[in-house]
Each structure stands twice: as structure tokens, then as C-alpha cells.
């Protein structure tokens, strides 16, 4: 009966695993998957990494944006109006436009036409500083962008290498485990013709069912923990795709050189120290330019207009202006005009918002600042931690193989005495289970230690430490 139900669970769970398969199979990768490739292709796809992106571009259109506020501001505006006579001759409607004089010294209810063109130009020239403010202010908000793009890219790739490892591991144990059930399948193949011949006693047949079933298990577990991994992976990789074939490259072939790492102050700052920084500048600027905004600012202005009327120039022999009523009397312009000149303009009222501003702002410059500096603080207990992980991580993988060898010995010489009847079933059962921890922990001692090393290279803030070694 356990025999039926364990027979079953494995049917179940072969049928939903390829019952997954079909359903990526037009996505999978031609080859297996490196490490460097899998890189690549999150910076390329990631959604977050995107939008990151995105956002500095738009920073960077922003820089474009204020240097335009500063060129000449150029307001063109043409008018046509029906109205009644008893208005300024080119009179015009509320706009921006210019002003004209002169009235009529009757008053008529009679309708004309006008007409009103004019070009005004006003050009900040000079503005005591607070152009190169608002140009610097700009520039470390594009700079603070790139620099969260590029601890936001760093964190993922760590991410991403990582769960690389995980998802390698547990492909890995799959291939172990699937080992094992071929071992348990052969020694029990065997003991069971020796129970059916009476050779063996009944026992060690239903004990070597144990094992199998027990192996059986242990294999479908470590399948589904693989197929985990590689959704996961799937996931920051940002492809729809589970069923990624990934290659081992030199993870399971040799140990990586963990040399000691060398820091220092001149280094180049990690991604998350230049990103805190920038956020510090990013302040300094904006404090900088709230204190320029205090100052006047001196345009040149200059103008040019035009106008037109159904009312005549001069009186009639009655002493009123002739009214044409006519479309094409209003519409021509009659007088052209035009005015050039500076304008000192200074908002008295802003030396004191400027002054509860900037006081503001420069808590939030301390704030950036205390930020950073709590950076620096968790960057150097990492790097401590991390230095502490690769050596304990070491020590492991160097154990790990003789552990293995040890394993290997006692499995060989455990069945050579139960063929030889000189030991029992449990003896040689343990040696196995002995063999296969040993060969998991093997696997997982030299997982560790590249994933310390990625640990290490993290803290670093620099990846190459990690894959030129593969």
C-alpha cells in the first residue's frame, strides 16, 4: 500500500512539472544560461531598471528645460476687434499686449473695426547668480538620478547573482539526489532477488523499499526546490520564462581566490556611498539656490507694435473723426511704435521666505548629510561580516572533501561486508545516507563560499572581483 501511494505522489508530481514545461517551452534559451548573460539580460528587461533609467533621462531633459528660463522670452499677439467708436483708436482687449493713447472727443454709438500687432522681448541678462544656482541644482538632481540608477543596477545584479547560485545549488542537488535513487534502485534491484532466493532475510527487502520510497521523496523535494529557484530567478531576470537551463561554468570545478581585499578612502566609492552622497550635493545645491533667489534680476526689454482703426486721423468740418465702419478700414495698421530698455526688478518680500527656506533646507542638508554618514557606518560593519562569512566559508569548503572521501570509503567498505555477510542491512543503509549528506554538503560548502565571495564583492561595491574568476 505505501508502495501504491508513493507510486502515485511521484506520477502527480511528474505530470505538473511537464505539465509546466510545455507552457515555456518556446521561451527557453537555445543555451545554457551564464552568470555574465543573466547580467545582462535583468539590466535590459528589469522593469525596476527601467524606470530608473527613464528617470534619468527626464532629469537630464530637465537641465535642457532650465537653461531655456533663461533665454530671451519672445511674446508675439495680433488682435482684431468690432466694437463701438467710443474707445482709444487701436484699442486693445486684455492680454499682455501694449497700451496706445488718445481718446474722441464725442461720444457715438457707432461701430469700426481696429486692429492691434505687437512683439514684446525680455531677456534676463544678468541675474547675480542665480542662473549657474539653478543650472547646479539641476545638474546633481540628473547626478543624484544616475547615481540611484546605479545603486539600484548594483543591488539587482547582487540580487540576481545570487539567486543564480541558489537556483545552481538546487540544480545541483537534483543531480544528487537523482544519483542516490539510482544507488537505492541498484541495491535494492539486488536485494530483492537475494530475498527471493531466501539468501537474504524478508526484512532487508522491505527495508530497501523504505530506502527507495525515502530516496524517491528526497528527489521529487529537491525538484521542486529547483523549479522554486528558477522561478525566482525568472523573476528579477524580468523574463516570463521558469524553465532556464543554467551553466555551472567553473562553480562546482575549482574554488574561487579570496584573496584579502584591500579598502582605503582614495577607493572608488560603492554604488550606495555615491548614491548617498548625491543626495547630500543634491541638497547643497537647492540650499544654494533658494539663498540666490534673494538677489534682483536685471532684463533688457524691448518692443515693437503696430495698430489699426475705422476711426480717422484727423476732424471732419463738424470737429468729429470720420468712422469707416468697414472691415478693410480697421484692419491695416496706421502707427508703428517701438521701445527698448532695462528693467531692475527685486522682490523685497523675498529676503524673509528666503530666510525660513533656507533654514529648512539646511536641515535637510544635515539629514543627507547624517544619512551617508549612517551608510558608511553599516558599509563598514558589512564589510566586516562579509570578511568573517568568506573565512568560515573556507574553512568549510576545504573540510567538505575529505568528509566526501571519508563518506566514499565507509559506503564502499559497508557493502563489501554486507555482500560478504559480515555486517547487516542498517550498517550499510547508514553508510549510504552518511554518503549522499556528504555529498550535498560537499555541494553546498563550494556554493557557500562563491556566495561569500559575492558578498565580499558586494561590500566592495565592484562584481569583477567575482566574474573574472569565471
Do not use: C
Not at 524553465?243 to 567553473?250: K, N, T, Y
Request: zero cysteines; charged letters at 15%; a positive charge.
Amino acid at each position: 500500500m505505501a508502495d501504491r501511494r508513493l507510486l502515485v505522489l511521484l506520477v502527480v508530481g511528474l505530470l505538473s512539472i511537464a505539465a509546466i514545461r510545455p507552457a515555456v517551452a518556446q521561451t527557453v534559451p537555445s543555451s545554457p544560461l551564464t552568470l555574465t548573460q543573466a547580467l545582462e539580460l535583468a539590466r535590459t528587461n528589469y522593469p525596476a531598471l527601467r524606470a530608473r533609467q527613464a528617470s534619468v533621462d527626464a532629469a537630464a531633459a530637465d537641465v535642457r528645460t532650465n537653461r531655456a528660463n533663461f533665454l530671451p522670452q519672445i511674446t508675439a499677439q495680433a488682435q482684431v476687434a468690432h466694437g463701438t467708436s467710443n474707445q482709444v483708436r487701436g484699442a486693445v482687449l486684455p492680454g499682455g499686449a501694449l497700451g496706445v493713447t488718445g481718446v474722441r472727443p464725442d461720444f457715438n454709438s457707432q461701430t469700426t473695426w481696429t486692429s492691434q500687432g505687437g512683439l514684446v522681448v525680455e531677456w534676463p541678462v544678468l541675474t547675480f547668480g542665480r542662473y549657474r544656482a539653478t543650472l547646479e541644482r539641476a545638474n546633481a538632481a540628473t547626478n543624484q538620478a544616475q547615481a540611484d540608477y546605479e545603486q539600484e543596477l548594483f543591488a539587482h545584479q547582487v540580487r540576481v547573482a545570487d539567486a543564480f547560485m541558489l537556483a545552481l545549488v538546487a540544480q545541483k542537488s537534483v543531480e544528487l539526489q537523482r544519483a542516490n535513487l539510482k544507488r537505492t534502485q541498484s541495491l535494492r534491484r539486488v536485494i530483492r532477488a537475494g530475498a527471493m532466493s531466501g539468501i537474504r532475510p524478508g526484512i532487508d527487502s522491505s527495508t530497501t523499499n523504505a530506502e527507495n520510497s525515502r530516496a524517491q521523496l528526497q528527489f521529487l523535494t529537491s525538484q521542486q526546490q529547483a523549479l522554486q529557484q528558477r522561478v525566482q530567478l525568472a523573476s528579477l531576470l524580468g523574463t516570463p520564462t521558469q524553465a532556464i537551463q543554467l551553466d555551472s561554468m567553473e562553480f562546482y570545478t575549482k574554488l574561487p581566490n579570496i584573496a584579502p581585499a584591500v579598502y582605503s578612502d582614495t577607493m572608488h566609492l560603492p554604488p550606495i556611498l555615491r548614491a548617498a552622497q548625491q543626495r547630500v550635493r543634491a541638497s547643497e545645491a537647492q540650499n544654494n539656490l533658494l539663498l540666490m533667489n534673494k538677489r534682483p534680476t536685471l532684463s533688457l526689454v524691448g518692443a515693437t507694435w503696430g495698430r489699426g482703426s475705422g476711426i480717422g486721423n484727423r476732424t471732419g468740418t463738424d470737429g468729429t473723426y470720420p468712422i469707416d465702419p468697414s472691415l478693410g478700414a480697421g484692419l491695416p495698421f496706421k502707427a508703428y511704435n517701438y521701445v527698448v530698455g532695462g528693467a531692475l526688478s527685486w522682490n523685497i518680500t523675498e529676503l524673509w521666505r528666503t530666510k525660513y527656506a533656507t533654514t529648512a533646507q539646511q536641515k535637510r542638508v544635515t539629514q543627507a548629510q547624517a544619512e551617508y554618514n549612517q551608510q558608511v557606518l553599516l558599509l563598514q560593519t558589512e564589510r566586516q561580516n562579509a570578511v568573517l562569512q568568506l573565512e568560515i566559508a573556507d574553512q568549510a569548503a576545504q573540510e567538505a572533501p575529505r568528509q566526501l572521501d571519508a563518506a566514499r570509503r565507509a559506503y564502499v567498505q559497508a557493502k563489501a561486508r554486507y555482500d560478504a555477510g559480515l555486517d547487516n542491512l542498517v550498517v550499510l543503509t547508514q553508510a549510504a545516507l552518511t554518503l549522499n549528506r556528504a555529498e550535498t554538503d560537499q555541494a553546498l560548502a563550494v556554493n557557500n563560499l562563491w556566495r561569500a565571495l559575492l558578498l565580499r564583492a558586494a561590500t566592495n561595491g565592484d562584481l569583477h572581483v567575482l566574474l573574472e574568476q569565471l
